[in-house]
């Protein structure tokens, strides 16, 4: 069983940076892809960014491309999203999941185990 738990979250202004992170346990850890969703009030849980665990490939939602930065420590069995230029459309639900599905994979509905989500307000 994979549990993961992500924290980090707050209330920034715009153009502010966070740093999430998230503990993931469990076994072999570099077999999963890791990645980071969010959900706004009144929309659909959206990719935006994930990792895999061999190679850290990457892949970004175009909306946060160069704002963002998704990493991994797999020795210490965390992953991290660096949030630059934070903006109030960032504002929502930031949650962490894990896949054992090979290769990297973008589809939030692919991802088999999630976290709570920490919330992240970006409001002046």
């Known amino acids: 069983q994979v549990q993961l738990v992500e924290s ?4 920034v202004q715009p153009g502010d940076s966070l740093r999430l992170s998230c503990v993931v346990s469990g076994r072999n850890m570099r077999e ?3 990645g980071w969703f969010r959900q706004a009030p009144g929309k659909e849980r959206e990719t935006l960014a994930t990792i895999t665990g061999i190679g850290f490939l990457t892949h970004y939602d175009h909306t946060v491309k160069g704002r ?10 965390e992953v ?3 949030m630059d230029s934070l903006r109030p459309e960032d504002t929502g639900v930031y949650f962490c999941a894990a896949t054992r599905r090979p290769g990297l994979i973008t589809d939030a509905t692919s991802y088999d185990y999630w976290g709570r989500g920490t919330q992240v307000t970006v409001s002046s």
């Open 8 to 11: 980090g979250g707050g209330l």
């Open 32 to 34: 999963y892809c890791l």
């Open 68 to 77: 963002f930065t998704i990493s991994r420590d797999n020795a210490r069995n």
């Open 80 to 82: 991290y999203l660096q």
